[in-house]
């Protein structure tokens, strides 16, 4: 089963850092794993957010935000769109279904 790392929503702001005061390098980035295997892939329900200084070279855990930190944070969480969590069937799983199916019509039929 492989697993995948999507990059839903990723921005820069202008808050002061926490660690270093900078106002210029404070990026926000959201993601979500993708597993799949060879019959279907399915996004997990959870989305990954992380604050990262590229001054200090630092990520900065939710404890340190300040009030103008969570603020922005609210907003940017609203414009990444997740990836739909249901159970998207590969060709393979569709190619497995209608045999079985195909199958069992046949069995019925016979033993009928």
């Known amino acids: 089963m492989k697993t995948q790392t999507h990059l839903l929503h990723q921005s820069k702001i202008n808050n002061n850092c926490p660690e270093c005061y900078s106002t210029e390098g404070l990026e926000f980035s959201f993601t979500?794993?993708?597993k799949e295997n060879k019959l279907y892939s399915?996004?997990?329900?959870?989305?990954e957010?992380?604050?990262y200084?590229?001054?200090c070279n630092q990520q900065i855990f939710p404890v340190k935000w300040?009030?103008?930190i969570e603020r922005v944070y609210e907003y940017h969480k609203k414009l990444a769109k997740p990836k739909s969590s249901g159970i998207k069937l590969k060709p393979l799983a569709y190619i497995l279904i209608i045999s079985d199916a195909i199958l069992i019509?046949?069995?019925i039929y016979y033993f009928k």
């Open 105 to 107: 019509g046949a069995l």
């Open 49 to 51: 957010e992380s604050l």
């Open 53 to 55: 200084c590229h001054t």
């Open 42 to 47: 399915r996004a997990s329900k959870e989305i």
């Open 66 to 68: 300040t009030e103008d």
């Open 32 to 34: 979500q794993e993708e």
